[in-house]
Nanobody, 115 residues
Framework: QVQLVESGGGLVQPGGSLRLSCAAPANIFSDSAMGWYRQAPGEQREFVARSFTGGSIWYGDSVKGRFTISRDNAKNTVYLQMNVLKPEDTAVYYC?????????WGQGTQVTVAS
């Protein structure tokens, strides 16, 4: 079973920053578009950002200008730098890898933005 291992969640005050990390097996990471989704209580899972192997990057409208996705191919890790965090960013954040018709998910990491 493919494991995506996330880390970096926690409690942060509004306006603060956090960086999430997601490590994937090398054979998955190299061929996959890596991304982040989030799910708040009672809400549907929402697209946050995606980094494609060719270099393209997509962001969800709610995070554009505040969040930055990046990938370190040497470490098989994708990051999500989150700045100017707002209470509405509170959610469980999930790492996602898409490779052709295959989709893999991490276990999720909680991000809570509160004063």
């Amino acid at each position: 079973q493919v494991q995506l291992v996330e880390s970096g969640g926690g409690l942060v005050q509004p306006g603060g920053s956090l960086r999430l990390s997601c490590a994937a097996p090398a054979n998955i990471f190299s061929d996959s578009a890596m991304g982040w989704y989030r799910q708040a209580p009672g809400e549907q899972r929402e697209f946050v950002a995606r980094s494609f192997t060719g270099g393209s990057i997509w962001y969800g409208d709610s995070v554009k200008g505040r969040f930055t996705i990046s990938r370190d191919n040497a470490k098989n890790t994708v990051y999500l730098q989150m700045n100017v965090l707002k209470p509405e960013d509170t959610a469980v954040y999930y790492c996602n890898a898409k490779r052709g018709g295959e989709i893999y998910w991490g276990q999720g990491t909680q991000v809570t933005v509160a004063s």
